[in-house]
């Protein structure tokens, strides 16, 4: 027996003199399920977008606004006295940023002045390539100075001189790459540009859209954070559904996210007037969001406005026909060829080929917004208009609807349905059997939030994803994988939070300005684990439900039979002995035996990952098993605890095999 690193794994393999949980496993049977996929949702919550996996580190760059955000000096400050004013140009850098900040000195003989930024919280500092860029309106004579320094001491860590290109009647772009010489000891630093007054004309220059990058994941441009973007792909994810919830209707019918108004240049991106209580960039657009999936090899379900905004505007029928060519406007660009109207514009920016794309979800958690009229209106017309026109411009592509049969919507032939079960943890194991006997639906999003014998959405949530919640989240999901013949694929959401400012605690990974704060919560070990097991059938096994809960099935890429189980509450906390056989199965066998156990000496239920502390509450161990002389495999499971078995023994390598599900 290899050297265990924990008594607790040892345990793990001591089978207790109780009588075993005789489980076994048919070598035939089942369903095909082509393999359950394992994703999440995106959207510009917590500042998950700008602030978080969209690398951009200037916060408030090209001074956008709306109804709900006015403009605003937000994240700027003077360097040397200088007046800063925002300003509306005669000639804007665009329409779409119509709004310029003018940096002018006090006094004539001020020295070099300028404006600095915080960046959304403070700004990481390191000895690698920053590249960044400004727009200038006014002539200078002269160079300006861009550097990275301490906000709490007179540090620079780095800076460089661009020559001055900027003329009196136009705006001129001004790029530059900074290398920082030492690393800064923490993330409270800010990016400056300074230039001399003397230079001018007056005294002052106008500025916009000013930008700083660090190095990308996979070097795109205007691309994502590289900590977080490998954090999730960690995950093995093989499914994004974008561009997110909420995000996706807008606070009303006029501000939905127009992804038309995501494309092209930065300088023509006018911004979203996000529903989360802060301006969005549009920086994360909707070709970003598409090289997100590429460079991740993901599946899409792509949303599209279905004519309902959050506060309750609902789009008559007569009325609804422009929403829905502007969604098969969206589906052409991201799988038209690059000779059709939209897919001519995905050239054009730079990707010739089509996108992969096999979903499409009309609208988002349409029985909320607008109350009992909305949901009615989505049955009544907005669903069929949809989905009669996606269907036959697109028949190959697989129709999602915005809710469940159990929110009351008979969902039409042809369609997927969405579950989003936000639950306390024993509510996600009541319904471990949910989906045993229920037609098609995605799981869009699920997480635990509520701590048992909580007060519902009238309480708070949860402060992060914490162990019995993860538990419970397994036993879920662990469901929808024994039905996933009807439930192709579960998105976790939302997946990331800003620690600085955030509107949602249950977010599978906590962020900040300093990438040591990046934190993978207890819920992130478990969607690692059984997203790296994928199987291509399930199988029919024997053996009894609760509390331990599981399901059987065989990878045919690998030729493995795969076991995926959770222990809930067990009677006076005992483990539960296992005794696990799959048919064909000989003696002296090898498995692979992965458990997840609370980490905490007194096994909180409550323990969770605090990104202030670093701990981690998930104990991880993996070992071999041999089959016994009866073809079983024995171990056992604690309370509170998840495991997998795979006889294939060089996991985790996910399989990709993924198909639409037509019910």
Not at 182 to 186: K, L
């Given at each position: 027996?290899?050297?265990?690193?924990?008594?607790?794994?040892?345990?793990?393999?001591?089978?207790?003199?109780a009588?075993?949980?005789d489980?076994?496993?048919?070598?035939?049977?089942?369903?095909?399920?082509?393999?359950?996929?394992?994703?999440?949702?995106?959207?510009?919550?917590?500042?998950?977008?700008?602030?978080?996996?969209?690398?951009?580190?200037?916060?408030n760059?090209?001074?956008?606004?709306?109804?709900?955000?006015?403009?605003?000096?937000?994240?700027?400050?003077?360097?040397?006295?200088?007046?800063?004013?925002?300003?509306?140009?005669?000639?804007?850098?665009?329409?779409?940023?119509?709004?310029?900040?003018?940096?002018a000195?006090?006094?004539?003989?001020?020295g070099?002045?300028?404006?600095?930024?915080?960046?959304?919280?403070?700004?990481?500092?390191?000895?690698?390539?920053?590249?960044?860029?400004?727009?200038?309106?006014?002539?200078?004579?002269?160079?300006?100075?861009?550097?990275?320094?301490?906000?709490?001491?007179?540090?620079?860590?780095?800076?460089?001189?661009?020559?001055?290109?900027?003329?009196?009647?136009?705006?001129?772009?001004?790029?530059?790459?900074?290398?920082?010489e030492?690393?800064?000891?923490?993330s409270?630093?800010?990016?400056?540009?300074?230039?001399?007054?003397?230079?001018?004309a007056?005294?002052?220059?106008?500025?916009?859209?000013?930008?700083?990058?660090?190095?990308?994941?996979?070097?795109?441009?205007?691309g994502?954070?590289?900590?977080?973007?490998?954090?999730?792909?960690?995950?093995?994810?093989?499914?994004?559904?974008?561009?997110?919830?909420?995000?996706?209707?807008?606070?009303?019918?006029?501000?939905?996210w127009?992804?038309?108004?995501?494309?092209?240049?930065?300088?023509?991106?006018?911004?979203?007037?996000?529903?989360?209580?802060?301006?969005?960039?549009?920086?994360?657009?909707?070709?970003?969001?598409?090289?997100?999936?590429?460079?991740?090899?993901?599946?899409?379900?792509?949303?599209?406005?279905a004519?309902?905004?959050?506060?309750?505007?609902?789009?008559?029928?007569?009325?609804?026909?422009?929403?829905?060519?502007?969604?098969?406007d969206?589906?052409?660009?991201?799988i038209?060829?690059?000779?059709?109207?939209?897919g001519?514009?995905?050239?054009?920016?730079?990707?010739?080929?089509?996108?992969?794309?096999?979903?499409?979800?009309?609208?988002?958690?349409?029985?909320?917004?607008?109350?009992?009229?909305?949901?009615?209106?989505?049955?009544?017309?907005?669903?069929?208009?949809?989905?009669?026109?996606?269907?036959?411009?697109?028949?190959?592509?697989?129709?999602?609807?915005?809710?469940?049969?159990?929110?009351?919507?008979?969902?039409?032939?042809?369609?997927?349905?969405?579950y989003?079960?936000?639950?306390?943890?024993?509510?996600?194991?009541?319904?471990?059997?949910?989906?045993?006997?229920?037609?098609?639906?995605?799981?869009?999003?699920?997480?635990?939030?509520?701590?048992?014998?909580?007060?519902?959405?009238?309480?708070?949530?949860?402060?992060?994803?914490?162990?019995?919640?993860?538990?419970?989240?397994?036993?879920?999901?662990?469901?929808?994988?024994?039905?996933?013949?009807?439930i192709?694929?579960?998105?976790?959401a939302?997946?990331?939070?800003?620690?600085?400012?955030?509107?949602?605690?249950?977010?599978?990974?906590?962020?900040?300005?300093?990438?040591?704060?990046?934190?993978r919560?207890?819920?992130?070990?478990?969607?690692?684990?059984?997203?790296?097991?994928?199987?291509?059938?399930?199988?029919?096994?024997?053996?009894?439900?609760?509390?331990?809960?599981?399901?059987?099935g065989?990878?045919?890429?690998?030729?493995?039979?795969?076991?995926?189980?959770?222990?809930?509450?067990?009677?006076?906390?005992?483990?539960?002995?296992?005794?696990?056989?799959?048919?064909?199965?000989e003696?002296?066998?090898?498995?692979?035996?992965?458990?997840?156990?609370?980490?905490?000496?007194?096994?909180?239920?409550?323990?969770?990952n605090?990104?202030?502390?670093?701990?981690?509450?998930?104990?991880?161990?993996?070992?071999?098993?041999?089959?016994?002389?009866?073809?079983?495999?024995?171990?056992?499971?604690?309370?509170?605890?998840?495991?997998?078995?795979?006889?294939?023994?060089?996991?985790?390598?996910?399989?990709?095999?993924?198909?639409?599900?037509?019910?």
């Open positions: 027996m290899p050297f265990l690193k924990s008594a607790l794994a040892a345990a793990a393999l001591a089978v207790s003199s009588a075993a949980w489980i076994k496993v048919s070598s035939s049977g089942g369903n095909a399920t082509s393999g359950h996929q394992y994703g999440f949702l995106h959207e510009d919550i917590n500042n998950s977008g700008d602030g978080g996996i969209y690398a951009e580190l200037i916060r760059r090209a001074f956008q606004y709306s109804e709900a955000y006015p403009v605003s000096l937000d994240g700027w400050h003077s360097v040397n006295g200088a007046e800063l004013k925002l300003n509306r140009l005669e000639l804007p850098l665009s329409d779409a940023l119509p709004v310029s900040v003018n940096v000195a006090d006094t004539c003989d001020s070099p002045v300028g404006m600095a930024n915080d960046g959304y919280w403070g700004m990481d500092v390191k000895v690698q390539k920053y590249t960044g860029s400004f727009w200038v309106h006014g002539s200078y004579e002269g160079n300006f100075t861009a550097s990275l320094q301490s906000a709490l001491t007179d540090e620079v860590f780095g800076s460089v001189e661009i020559v001055s290109q900027s003329v009196a009647d136009d705006w001129v772009e001004h790029e530059f790459e900074l290398i920082p030492t690393d800064a000891p923490n409270n630093n800010t990016f400056a540009i300074t230039f001399d007054p003397e230079g001018t007056d005294g002052s220059l106008d500025f916009n859209l000013i930008s700083l990058f660090p190095p990308t994941y996979k070097d795109r441009k205007n994502l954070r590289v900590d977080l973007a490998q954090v999730l792909a960690d995950l093995h994810p093989t499914i994004i559904r974008l561009p997110g919830g909420n995000m996706l209707e807008g606070l009303d019918n006029r501000t939905w127009d992804w038309k108004d995501t494309l092209g240049p930065l300088r023509y991106r006018p911004g979203f007037q996000g529903v989360w209580g802060y301006q969005q960039t549009h920086g994360l657009g909707l070709l970003e969001y598409l090289q997100w999936a590429e460079d991740f090899d993901l599946e899409i379900v792509v949303g599209v406005f004519g309902l905004a959050l506060n309750g505007d609902i789009t008559p029928p007569e009325k609804l026909q422009p929403f829905i060519d502007d969604a098969l969206q589906i052409e660009f991201i038209g060829p690059p000779d059709s109207e939209w001519s514009v995905r050239a054009s920016l730079g990707h010739p080929e089509p996108f992969r794309l096999l979903y499409v979800e009309i609208g988002n958690e349409d029985w909320l917004a607008g109350g009992e009229a909305g949901w009615q209106s989505y049955m009544d017309y907005r669903l069929p208009m949809f989905q009669a026109a996606v269907n036959e411009a697109y028949p190959q592509l697989q129709v999602i609807a915005s809710g469940s049969t159990h929110e009351g919507l008979e969902i039409p032939e042809g369609v997927l349905g969405d989003h079960p936000y639950r306390t943890p024993d509510e996600l194991v009541e319904e471990f059997d949910k989906f045993d006997n229920d037609v098609a639906h995605i799981i869009g999003e699920v997480a635990a939030t509520h701590p048992n014998g909580g007060i519902g959405w009238d309480g708070e949530l949860f402060t992060f994803p914490w162990w019995i919640g993860t538990v419970g989240e397994a036993i879920s999901m662990i469901g929808y994988e024994r039905n996933a013949d009807r192709p694929a579960t998105f976790y939302p997946i990331l939070r800003n620690m600085n400012r955030w509107q949602w605690a249950m977010t599978m990974v906590q962020h900040a300005a300093d990438p040591a704060m990046t934190t919560s207890t819920s992130w070990y478990l969607w690692e684990l059984i997203a790296a097991h994928i199987m291509t059938h399930t199988l029919p096994a024997e053996g009894d439900i609760g509390p331990l809960y599981y399901v059987a065989k990878n045919e890429d690998k030729g493995s039979f795969i076991w995926k189980g959770a222990a809930y509450n067990t009677t006076d906390s005992a483990p539960i002995p296992v005794s696990l056989s799959f048919e064909g199965v003696e002296g066998t090898k498995a692979l035996l992965t458990m997840l156990t609370n980490a905490e000496e007194d096994k909180d239920p409550y323990a969770y605090d990104p202030h502390l670093g701990n981690n509450a998930v104990e991880r161990t993996t070992f071999v098993l041999t089959a016994n002389e009866e073809g079983a495999f024995e171990f056992d499971m604690p309370e509170l605890s998840i495991a997998i078995l795979d006889t294939d023994l060089n996991c985790p390598n996910p399989s990709k095999r993924k198909r639409a599900l037509k019910n």
